[in-house]
């Protein structure tokens, strides 16, 4: 469906748990966050229903997210449920990829199509600084375990974050010049965590590879060629280059609040309806999605919420 401005509202990014086994230095406090009673998230059954509302207004794309989704109990359901679901064409996920190489045979059985697996540093040292807990050749086993289970167009995400990874853009580069992967770089939002660590504008991934070909825009990313490479390089601005005028995304969290910008305070509580309640909560929510975010104008998101309690 439409939203207010006539964007056509097609992509449900859903949250999982805001668990997560990492401790991502610009996205969650060193102590983690406190396991809530299990009555405080949305069932397996609630996030399908809510899937299924949506799917019935027109969302075709899921992306399955976090915390990390990989966390939570029962996430081989979900993806089969969603899957399953008339008028869903693609469910994707986002991952650390810490669990993959348990997880990635299963979630490719239970039809998800694709994944995205965020990764930081190629350098064990580096890694294991920023996620406080984690082991980057955990990331790597991963990594081959999607590719073993037939994942293709796997996306690697990369925050910028200035004074820890700049100096990697030309590896990331070079891994998608060498293999069939795209390398999105995310300009770091302040949001959380993230509004303490230092920004760094995408365009310094133009600046260490002028090379770099325009290939067009996909979904919130512009992407490029690499001359003579695999893969593709893409950037994602969402301080420098707003792409809020052709958003088609909703959010829901785990505890069941639709978010219809990740950027708003607004927050559609969803849970304890069902049917056609259900499906006008999420109705009024899309109708009532903003025009724009304004974190160009504030300095900080108006989130409400940590990245990792929301869905990234
Ligand atoms: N745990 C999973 C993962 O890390 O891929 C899924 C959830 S995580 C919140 C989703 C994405 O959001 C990750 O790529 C992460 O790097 C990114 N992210 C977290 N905080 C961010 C911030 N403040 N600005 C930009 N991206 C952020
Ligand atoms: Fe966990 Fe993902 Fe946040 Fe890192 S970015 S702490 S992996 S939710």
Known sequence: MLDGCAREITYLRLSATDLCNLRCRYCMPAEGVAKREHSGICSIEELTEITRQAAALGVRKVRITGGEPLVRRGIITLCRNIAALDGVEEVCLTTNGMALPRFAAPLREAGVSRLNVSLDTLRPDRFAHMTRVGRLDHVLDGLRAAKAAGFTGTKLNVVLLKGFNEDEIPDFVDLACRYPLEVRFIELMPIGEGAQVEFLPASAVLDAYPALEEAGESGSARRYRIPGGEGMVG??????????????????????????????????????????????????????????????????????????????
């Open 235 to 312: 950037l994602i601005e969402p301080l420098s280059h707003r792409f809020c005028h052709r958003c088609d995304r909703i959010r829901v969290t785990a505890d069941g609040k639709l978010k219809p910008c990740l950027h708003s305070g607004q927050e559609i509580p969803l849970r304890g309806l069902a049917g056609e309640g259900l499906r006008e909560a999420i109705r009024s929510g899309i109708t009532a999605k903003p025009p724009r975010h304004y974190m160009a104008e504030t300095g900080r998101s108006g989130a409400g919420r940590r990245m990792n309690q929301i869905g990234g």
